[in-house]
Protein backbone atom coordinates (compact mmCIF):
# COMPACT_ATOMS: atom_id res chain seq x y z
CA UNK A 1 0.00 0.00 0.00
CA UNK A 2 1.29 3.42 -1.05
CA UNK A 3 0.24 6.97 -0.31
CA UNK A 4 -0.12 9.70 -2.98
CA UNK A 5 0.40 13.12 -1.03
CA UNK A 6 -0.51 15.87 -3.38
CA UNK A 7 -0.29 19.50 -2.16
CA UNK A 8 -2.63 21.64 -4.38
CA UNK A 9 -2.43 25.50 -4.48
CA UNK A 10 -5.74 26.82 -5.27
CA UNK A 11 -6.40 30.37 -5.97
CA UNK A 12 -7.82 32.53 -3.35
CA UNK A 13 -10.87 33.71 -5.13
CA UNK A 14 -11.88 30.15 -5.92
CA UNK A 15 -11.42 27.71 -3.13
CA UNK A 16 -15.13 27.64 -2.49
CA UNK A 17 -15.59 26.46 -6.05
CA UNK A 18 -12.57 24.51 -6.02
CA UNK A 19 -14.16 22.16 -3.23
CA UNK A 20 -17.45 22.38 -5.48
CA UNK A 21 -15.39 21.53 -8.63
CA UNK A 22 -13.13 18.12 -7.04
CA UNK A 23 -16.30 16.84 -5.67
CA UNK A 24 -17.42 16.68 -9.15
CA UNK A 25 -14.67 15.11 -10.34
CA UNK A 26 -13.60 12.55 -7.34
CA UNK A 27 -15.52 9.82 -9.02
CA UNK A 28 -12.54 9.78 -11.57
CA UNK A 29 -10.36 8.94 -8.60
CA UNK A 30 -12.65 6.41 -7.02
CA UNK A 31 -13.16 4.14 -9.85
CA UNK A 32 -9.53 3.94 -11.03
CA UNK A 33 -7.39 0.79 -10.34
CA UNK A 34 -6.05 -0.05 -7.19
CA UNK A 35 -7.23 3.02 -5.64
CA UNK A 36 -8.20 2.45 -1.85
CA UNK A 37 -9.41 6.00 -0.51
CA UNK A 38 -8.92 9.57 -0.25
CA UNK A 39 -8.68 12.67 2.28
CA UNK A 40 -8.97 16.07 0.43
CA UNK A 41 -8.09 18.71 3.19
CA UNK A 42 -7.33 22.79 2.88
CA UNK A 43 -4.00 23.84 5.29
CA UNK A 44 -4.41 25.36 8.47
CA UNK A 45 -1.41 28.08 8.08
CA UNK A 46 -2.19 28.58 4.44
CA UNK A 47 -6.32 27.55 3.52
CA UNK A 48 -5.40 28.31 -0.36
CA UNK A 49 -3.11 25.04 -0.08
CA UNK A 50 -4.93 22.20 -0.51
CA UNK A 51 -3.61 18.45 0.40
CA UNK A 52 -5.08 15.35 -1.45
CA UNK A 53 -3.92 12.11 0.20
CA UNK A 54 -4.71 9.24 -2.02
CA UNK A 55 -4.60 5.36 -1.03
CA UNK A 56 -3.20 3.32 -3.75
CA UNK A 57 -2.83 -0.44 -3.55
CA UNK A 58 0.53 -0.23 -5.49
CA UNK A 59 2.38 2.65 -6.70
CA UNK A 60 2.02 1.44 -10.57
CA UNK A 61 -1.88 2.10 -9.78
CA UNK A 62 -1.22 5.46 -9.53
CA UNK A 63 1.85 6.22 -12.24
CA UNK A 64 2.02 4.98 -14.23
CA UNK A 65 -1.82 3.42 -14.96
CA UNK A 66 -3.93 5.90 -13.59
CA UNK A 67 -2.05 9.13 -14.37
CA UNK A 68 -1.70 7.98 -18.72
CA UNK A 69 -5.35 7.36 -18.28
CA UNK A 70 -8.30 9.21 -20.34
CA UNK A 71 -9.93 9.57 -16.45
CA UNK A 72 -6.83 11.46 -14.75
CA UNK A 73 -6.93 13.86 -17.91
CA UNK A 74 -10.86 14.28 -17.29
CA UNK A 75 -9.88 14.90 -13.50
CA UNK A 76 -7.40 17.57 -14.31
CA UNK A 77 -9.21 19.59 -16.34
CA UNK A 78 -12.05 19.41 -13.78
CA UNK A 79 -9.54 21.40 -11.48
CA UNK A 80 -6.98 23.16 -13.82
CA UNK A 81 -8.76 26.74 -13.51
CA UNK A 82 -8.61 26.80 -9.69
CA UNK A 83 -4.92 26.01 -9.76
CA UNK A 84 -2.32 28.77 -8.94
CA UNK A 85 0.21 26.07 -9.68
CA UNK A 86 1.16 22.93 -10.84
CA UNK A 87 0.11 20.29 -7.83
CA UNK A 88 3.50 18.86 -6.54
CA UNK A 89 3.28 14.83 -5.91
CA UNK A 90 5.27 12.64 -4.06
CA UNK A 91 4.44 8.67 -2.47
CA UNK A 92 4.87 7.18 0.66
CA UNK A 93 4.62 3.81 1.80
CA UNK A 94 1.81 2.87 4.24
CA UNK A 95 4.03 1.27 7.05
CA UNK A 96 4.81 5.13 7.37
CA UNK A 97 1.74 5.15 9.62
CA UNK A 98 2.39 2.55 11.58
CA UNK A 99 2.11 2.80 15.68
CA UNK A 100 4.80 3.69 17.55
CA UNK A 101 4.90 3.16 21.37
CA UNK A 102 4.18 7.05 22.05
CA UNK A 103 0.96 5.95 20.51
CA UNK A 104 -0.37 2.93 22.88
CA UNK A 105 -2.73 4.73 25.35
CA UNK A 106 -4.56 6.01 22.36
CA UNK A 107 -5.11 2.08 20.82
CA UNK A 108 -6.86 1.26 24.47
Known sequence: MVYEIATLPVRPEHVDTFRSAFAEVAHLLSR????????????I?????????V????????????????????????????LADEPAVHHIEAAAFAIGPWDAASTR
Open 32 to 43: ARGYRGHMLAPG
Open 45 to 53: EQPTQFTLI
Open 55 to 82: RWQTLEDHSPRFEASDDHQQFMAGLQDY
